[in-house]
């Protein structure tokens, strides 16, 4: 080995020596920078030169290098899209149960206690108009406190639509940003695989926002790129970053937004992230919520009015209109056609008609046709029986029905001394039109209280027989509260309302216990990920030692190097 071989053999371990040490600046300067990874600086030694006895030529730095695993990070992402999505259903459900606000007496099982037991009083004292008021005014009460939770779960699924618009806007940035990294690193590293560090850095803390809005693979591809995957599409192919859409469709009565590919109308389902926890929440946690309670009340409304249907009150009403209405008054009323939200079954009922004056009752029998067997009633068909039957009477009765453009039906006493009334539906027809009924509307975003009633509470049917005093119906209302419902799969109103509330304290003990799980895991990936990648100082104050220690090494060689040389010139 000649002085000259010699000196540049010192010269490469200077030279490299000064390069790591740059390295472990510089892992020093990040040690608290989030995203970022510990770099290395890989030394090989040079080419071994000579024809029979072979010395290397020094050393040189093959590359600079980041601490990273693949599957690490990989299961950091998921556990990141797990623990965000399980933390918002967690928030959501806590919220749902805020809305019920079971532990005062401002819920709904009170109301609906203080309602039926309104008709207890009544039925003490039927002739009381102060206890009508009364009864009215808790039935007012029990229509606020559904509209009040409804309102408030309708606000919660807009609000949590409207943060699921805004994650759809922030994946769409950060697609194109994993894009142009992706370019970024093409760039730099030109086919050497790994050689920039700091853009892939970059990269992945932008693949790991992402992670945190919605589920996602990557595949790395020959050239650096990484092809991001979102179920079975891809979000951002190489250079180019493609984007999610959202488009309003109705949904329990409320416009939301379902997710797609803009490019080829794709539905994303997410299955992590953000995303998901916004929709999961609106859609199956708030969503569930809404179906229980409208189940609720719907069978409230039916219930309550078909025994209300079937009384009277210390006054009958001249005329009469339903409440719902028909889409084709020509169409079968158990058909999809006539578009009613509850379905009347064969059977019949009775219609009364009184004399105020006189105080006669006529009676007509009006058979429901609903039996599959030929054509079934239509609504035209019940106003057209009501009024051949009532013509055949002799005299013929002074009572009239009709459908109007709207599809409401209406029964009228054709002269001011004549009063209609109902009794024995066992088509439940009457209580599926809202005739003669308490309730109006057909769920929770519809219900609402009769005007007439609330006009004048004297129409509230208190009894069954229109004689002073009596009391029947008011015994059955009040009495209803401890029916078993079919609808309700054979549960009581207040029973299915605390079944729900039940169901949503133990959803929400087990979101909160699978949030905390989730945190969980993502701290341990996390720790998992920061001691592969992360800075340890210690290491890197024994890394510092160790190159300076090999910079003054190199420094001296060269120097005793360069004596040599001086000596070799002064021969």
Known sequence: MGVYSALNIGSTALLASQ???????NNIANAATPNYSRQDVVLIPGPSLGTELKIGTGVKIDAIMRRFDQAVESRLRCAIGDATSQQIQQQVLDRVESLYNETSDADLSSALAAFFNGFNDLANDPTNDGVRTIVIERARGLVNQVTRLRDGMDGLRQELDGMAQTTVGEINRLAGEIADLNIQVITAERGDLGSAPGQRDERDARLREL??????????????????????????????????????????GLGVSEIRFSDNDELVSPTSGALQGYLD?????????????????????????????????????????????????????????????NTPVNGSFLLHVTNSVSGLTETLIIDVDLDGVGADDSLQDIATKINTLAALEVPPLAVAASVDSTGHLTIAGTSAEMRVSFSDDSSRLLAVLGMNGLFTGYDSLTIGLSDDLVANPSLLAAGLSGTVGDNANSLRLASLADEPIDALNGRNLLDYHNQAVTRMAVNTAAARSASNAADAFMATMNDEREAISGVNLDEEAVNLIRYQKMYSAAARFISVMADLMDMMLEI
């Open 281 to 341: 929440g609106r859609d199956a946690w708030v969503g569930q919520q809404v179906d229980s309670l409208d189940q609720m009340v719907q069978s409230l409304i039916v219930e309550v009015n078909a025994l209300h249907a079937e009384g009277t009150g210390k006054e009958m009403p001249q005329t009469l209109r339903s409440d719902q209405f028909v889409l084709d008054a020509t169409a079968a009323l158990d058909s999809a056609d006539a578009g009613l939200h």
């Open 211 to 252: 992670a945190e809005l919605i589920n996602i693979r990557t595949v790395e591809q020959e050239s650096g790129a990484v092809n991001v995957i979102v179920g079975n599409q891809i979000l951002v192919d190489g250079r180019l970053g493609r984007e999610l859409t959202y488009r309003t469709v109705d949904d329990r």
């Open 19 to 25: 390069k790591a040490l740059e390295v472990v600046g």
